[in-house]
């Protein structure tokens, strides 16, 4: 099979794919862990609230400017080699991070790692997906994705738990010490194919297709993320919570995606248009629904539960239909949606800020509702160019499960 080492048994590629989620969730959850332990780093670090919460924004900024330049700088190292040298900067940066005397070091410390995640993100799902027949892709993908998702659920409250018992350098540590886990299981068992496309080249490339995607993540991802960055606000002064129930509430919303993950890959292979569509359609309606029923309690829990199951699958299922559409190299168009992703997230939270004084936090999900309707109506664009596409017997080329040779 091209791209992967004849010599690599099942047991091989399942311990590196294994690799390949650990060090996913330790990706994942260094990025977002500061959010969960502002009060305990900015006390001990002596600087404020705010400068504490720049690690988190200037993290997301640093994947989104830098993950196409270095991806096209290192296209040519082997996969192995290449994210084996990438977990190790990580590792050495975490280090960095938890021993930080102060805020200038670990600021640095989070930009390294921040350089090591944009590669890294850019190269995870297309080395992941080259390691197993392609008929398996969208259940790669998946596992992957679903590593991102339980880094977000448990693994950030988990590292906030730690931090609050034993201090917010305790849960870096822990994270450091899976990324050198997954570093060494990588080291013994990954393949080290040529940086080549193999099973994991697009099946169906095009330049339209793919920049119709990039703007449907962007309009969903600046929706999604105007919403879920104040959901906490929302929850207490539209729906009237208490502040204790906020853990038990986003716990439901990120419990919701991760059960949904679980069908998640049957899905994208049997049916990856549908599998994009159907569930931005559905978190649409649930930003609406909060909006316009937010107030009756019932109907949040509901509608949250509805928005985790909907995002967890949206997300996963737009990254899938880039392996099909990916123009030129697949590991190049990771980088630039991996970068249109970040930057949204940051565009998202933006926009909320500037809503709030003016309009008010229930207007957060109103807005959301309409840039992920827009985000719907791209993705139906991308079908009828889809049905557009001619194939050698002149008929309609349209999206069917994946097989060992096509699309």
């Not at 938890?98 to 200038?104: L, R």
């Not at 590292?159 to 018992?165: A, C, F, M, P």
């Not at 840039?371 to 008929?395: F, K, N």
């Amino acid at each position: 099979m091209p791209g992967i080492a004849p010599t690599a048994g099942p047991y091989a590629r399942v311990a590196a794919l294994a690799a390949l989620v650990v060090a996913t969730f330790c990706f994942v959850a260094t990025e977002n862990l500061p959010g969960g332990l502002l009060s305990l780093m900015a006390g001990d670090l002596d600087t404020s609230l705010s400068a504490v919460g720049l690690l988190v924004t200037g993290y997301g900024l640093t994947v989104a400017v830098v993950s196409v330049p270095l991806v096209r700088a290192t296209r040519h190292v082997p996969r192995r080699s290449l994210l084996s040298w990438v977990l190790a900067v990580f590792v050495a940066a975490s280090c960095v991070t938890a021993f930080a005397p102060g805020y200038q070091l670990l600021l640095a410390g989070r930009v390294v790692t921040a350089l090591s995640h944009a590669v890294f993100w850019s190269v995870v799902v297309v080395t992941a997906v080259g390691l197993f027949p392609p008929r398996l892709r969208g259940r790669i993908v998946t596992v992957v994705f679903t590593a991102s998702s339980v880094a977000t659920v448990m693994g950030v409250p988990a590292g906030t738990w730690l931090g609050q018992q034993w201090g917010w350098r305790v849960p870096f540590l822990a994270l450091t010490g899976l990324g050198l886990a997954a570093l060494v299981t990588m080291v013994a068992f990954m393949p080290n194919a040529p940086a080549d496309e193999g099973p994991a080249a697009a099946t169906a490339p095009d330049g339209r297709r793919f920049a119709v995607l990039l703007v449907a993540t962007a309009l969903s991802i600046t929706g999604l993320s105007a919403a879920s960055t104040y959901t906490v606000p929302f929850l207490t002064e539209v729906s009237g919570f208490p502040d204790s129930a906020m853990g038990p509430l986003l716990f439901l919303r990120g419990a919701a995606g991760v059960v949904v993950m679980a069908v998640g890959g049957v899905v994208l292979d049997r049916w990856p248009r549908a599998a994009m569509i159907v569930p931005t359609g559905l978190l649409a309606c649930a930003l609406f629904g909060l909006h316009g029923l937010g107030t009756v309690r019932l109907a949040a829990i509901g509608l949250l539960a509805l928005f985790g199951a909907a995002m967890f699958l949206m997300i996963t299922a737009m990254a899938n239909r880039i392996l099909y559409v990916a123009p030129g190299r697949t590991e190049v168009a990771t980088a630039a949606h991996s970068a249109v992703f970040n930057a949204s997230v940051a565009a998202g939270a933006l926009a909320g800020a500037l809503l709030l004084p003016s309009r008010g936090v229930r207007s957060t999900a109103l807005v959301a509702a309409v840039l992920v309707t827009a985000a719907v109506a791209c993705l139906a664009l991308e079908s009828r160019i889809a049905d557009r596409g001619r194939g050698p017997s002149g008929q309609p080329q349209r999206d069917r499960p994946v097989a060992a040779g096509g699309s």
